[in-house]
């Protein structure tokens, strides 16, 4: 069975606009119910970015009757968490930890590691978690740096001759 993601949005400048998305929401509606393609109305979500204009959509069930669409905050779309006030910072701690896991059971299974090999495994089982999309989800805030930096540095010191080199 294949899961398909459909995002739906319009900027919000008065109740028309509002409107407008909430006939858009049933068009689709329609148009999938055409092609025998049913939205999961429990699935579906709304995320307010930039504003927080008290707005309530639904969708029609099978039955006749109505769902509200839950509201969120943050969502992941494509393995990147995305916030309502599209800050990185989820997602730079989300693959922090995903990076530093990998880097424990590289920790547990190589006891000793020179410069080439670490890098040869570093370039293959840590840096892809770190530069996936990384186009999407950008991290120019300074914590968020920080915070894959802390990566690489406890990366580095698990060679013993880049032990004591300073990480710059």
């Known amino acids: 069975m294949f899961a398909y993601n ?24 329609a148009w999938s119910n055409w092609w025998l393609l049913k939205f999961n109305a429990s699935k579906c979500k709304l995320m307010h970015i930039g504003h927080k204009l008290p707005t309530e959509y639904y969708m029609e069930e ?6 509200k669409i839950e509201e969120t905050t943050m ?3 494509l393995n990147i968490y995305i916030t ?4 990185p ?11 530093r896991s990998v880097l424990a059971m590289v920790r547990r299974n190589f006891k ?4 080439d090999d670490f890098l040869l495994i570093y370039k293959t ?9 990384i186009q999407a989800w950008s991290p120019h805030l300074v914590k968020d740096i920080q915070t ?8 580095t010191r698990m060679v013993s001759t880049l032990k004591k080199l300073p990480y710059d």
């Open 6 to 29: 459909t995002k739906l949005w319009i900027t919000l400048r008065s109740e028309t606009d509002n409107a407008t998305l909430q006939t858009d929401l049933y068009s689709l509606i």
């Open 62 to 67: 099978d039955a006749g009757g109505k769902v």
């Open 75 to 77: 969502e992941k779309d």
């Open 84 to 87: 309502s006030d599209l800050k």
């Open 89 to 99: 910072s989820t997602q730079c701690v989300k693959v922090a930890r995903k990076a």
């Open 112 to 115: 000793r590691l020179d410069a």
């Open 125 to 133: 089982y840590v840096s892809p978690h770190m530069k996936y999309c």
């Open 148 to 155: 894959l930096e802390s990566v690489q540095r406890t990366a």
